[in-house]
């Protein structure tokens, strides 16, 4: 019975982190997935050639394009729209959230997750020092509304139930804060922000995801290669590591031996807003 528990629990957690099949249902315009910061810079709608890379198209502006489509590199590719600012330089260091929220003024670390603009933003009594766009909940599984705090940490955190479709390895949850625990279900799901695709849109099943192109080259660098004639090994520096810089923000000079613990250092964590499919 102990282990039939564990199982149950575990294909929960990994339900609530996971939408099986969504790559494989790709919005073809991100264009159409409208932020409130939106109206605050002019763009046009721009559809990506198989020939085009963030790099070739943005220059120095690469990240800042990437961060205001709330994508990563594996995302862009041919066929896809998306939106492209008139002027590169007004994105520069792109962020929508406030560099300053008072809220936080009185706590040393605190994490802000924005879903109606699909952004997290890290801060320190009150000033934001980190900010990275987030792949939220799709409609029916969306994380609750409200305040928590991080709790546990796991740096290579795995599913030990869902696999990644294309490629039939255990999915990835690498550099895993769990911060929720839902114990109003007799099943106990837990929420994590932790590493994954971030593709623009809505895309998970309550976790809230950030930047992981380290795991994209371990996961899916062949598979990508054969399919889409990308070779994820030889991506430009800097490799983009939102999930990994904020866990690393997070335990800061605590020991962290890399595996599953609780930890009593953890932020507070305060999830507003409504994601935008």
């Not at 895309?203 to 930047?211: D, K, P, R």
Request: charged share 25%; with cysteine; glycine share 8%.
């Amino acid at each position: 019975m102990k282990y039939l528990a564990q199982t149950m629990l575990s294909l929960v957690v990994v339900l609530l982190c996971f939408s099986r099949g969504l790559a494989s249902a790709k919005l073809k315009s991100l264009c159409e997935v409208n932020f409130p910061s939106d109206t605050t810079i002019e763009w046009n709608c721009v559809k990506l050639t198989w020939e085009d890379s963030p790099e070739k198209l943005f220059g120095a502006y690469w990240q800042d394009v990437l961060r205001f489509n709330r994508m990563d590199r594996r995302h862009f590719y041919g066929g896809i729209s998306i939106k492209v600012p008139a002027r590169l330089e007004d994105i520069k260091g792109f962020t929508p959230l406030p560099t300053y929220y008072p809220e936080a003024a009185a706590e040393k670390n605190f994490i802000l997750v924005d879903q109606s603009e699909m952004f997290l933003g890290a801060y320190e009594h009150g000033r934001l020092v980190l900010s990275f766009p987030a792949a939220v909940g799709i409609e029916g599984h969306r994380v609750p509304n409200g305040e928590f705090r991080v709790d546990a940490v796991d740096r290579r955190h795995t599913s030990n139930m869902y696999r990644v479709e294309e490629i039939g390895r255990l999915y990835p949850m690498h550099y895993g804060l769990r911060f929720f625990r839902d114990k109003s279900l007799p099943t106990t799901p837990s929420y994590y922000i932790h590493g994954r695709d971030v593709p623009g849109y809505p895309a998970s099943h309550g976790c809230i995801g950030l930047y992981d192109e380290e795991m994209q080259i371990e996961y899916y660098r062949d598979y990508d290669r054969k399919v889409y004639g990308k070779d994820y090994h030889e991506l430009k520096q800097p490799l983009l590591q939102g999930a990994q810089s904020l866990y690393q923000w997070v335990v800061g000079h605590h020991d962290d031996n890399g595996k599953f613990h609780k930890i009593s250092y953890g932020p507070r964590v305060l999830i507003v807003g409504t994601p935008p499919l």
